[in-house]
């Protein structure tokens, strides 16, 4: 039996209230395809049936567990080249001119930690950094995707979508059919489980913040909220970079869009600056 309009609606509003994404009324197939797993672990080949339990029954952990089956998880190491690039020619250069400091970087919804350690490795191969260097938090509301992140192991298929071969032989190690980081790179990067719309990991203290491909899976007004809380993360002059296709909600009124290239950042405006 296919899922009900009243286990969808189940799964949607809790989907909404932990994660704050949003599932439209045609995304029926979605969350029995996405769901189809838990049940048969759960030993049933119904997803309807399945839901049906939880919404008697229920722990925190296949709570988690279902909401975490809901999010996107698609990330590549490099995706889109450009933004990493621009870190390395321009924005790393420029902000250690002015910190002469270490620079700390959030990697948000950080996935399985392709991006955050492809930002490691940006920095490595940006000379201006060999001085001072970076700290990179990644969080994600995914504890597997954590895990993975922290782990730093990745399939062969992995390392090929987007990591140069130069750098795969340059940063990881064999480590049976798949791939590690090395621990220099490892060590400049950390992990957590962590909610876009709780409290930043430590406010007002990144230089730099990627939140990139990310704010499409939202409504409107959780936008907001999500890019007002990056701001509060960023120090007055950081650098915030999101997805090609994406601009903050309030950008008109509070960040300038700074171009790099064939990419751009954003950084809060001059005015608004503490």
């Known amino acids: ?9 189940f799964v949607r509003d809790m989907v909404r209230r932990d994660a704050a994404i949003v599932l439209d009324d045609d995304k029926t197939y979605l969350v029995e395809s996405r769901l189809r797993p838990l049940a048969r672990q759960a030993g049933s080949e119904d997803v309807g049936d399945y839901v049906r339990s939880l919404r008697t029954r229920m722990t925190q952990q296949t709570r988690n567990e279902v909401v975490e089956a809901m999010t996107t998880n698609e990330t590549s190491f490099f995706r889109d080249q450009e933004p990493f690039r621009a870190l390395r020619e321009k924005v790393f250069p420029d902000l250690i001119a ?5 620079l700390s970087v959030w990697s948000a919804a950080c996935s399985s930690g392709q991006e955050a ?8 191969e ?9 700290r990179i938090v990644g969080t994600d509301i995914s504890a597997a995707m954590v ?3 922290t782990s730093g192991l990745y399939t062969q298929l992995e390392v090929s ?3 140069p071969a130069q750098m795969l032989v340059k940063y990881f190690r064999r480590d ?11 060590a400049l990067s950390t992990f957590s ?12 203290v990144f230089d730099i913040i990627f939140l990139r491909n990310v704010l499409i899976y939202f409504d409107g007004p959780t936008k907001r909220q999500i890019v007002r809380r990056a701001r509060q993360a960023l120090r007055p002059d950081g650098a915030l970079f999101l997805g090609t296709a994406e601009i903050p909600v309030d950008a008109a009124e509070n960040w300038e869009r700074i171009s790099v290239g064939r990419t751009s950042y954003y950084r809060p405006r001059k005015e608004l600056r503490r």
Not at 176 to 186: A, K
């Open 1 to 9: 039996m296919s899922l009900d309009t009243a286990s969808f609606n």
């Open 98 to 102: 002015a910190r002469r400091n270490t």
């Open 117 to 124: 350690y492809s930002i490691a490795m940006s920095a490595l």
């Open 126 to 134: 940006c000379r201006t950094m060999n001085t001072y260097g970076v």
């Open 147 to 149: 895990a993975k992140a």
């Open 161 to 163: 979508r987007g990591l």
């Open 176 to 186: 049976g059919m798949g791939w590690r980081v090395n621990p220099e790179i490892r």
């Open 193 to 204: 489980t962590g909610n876009l719309l709780g409290n930043p990991p430590a406010p007002g």
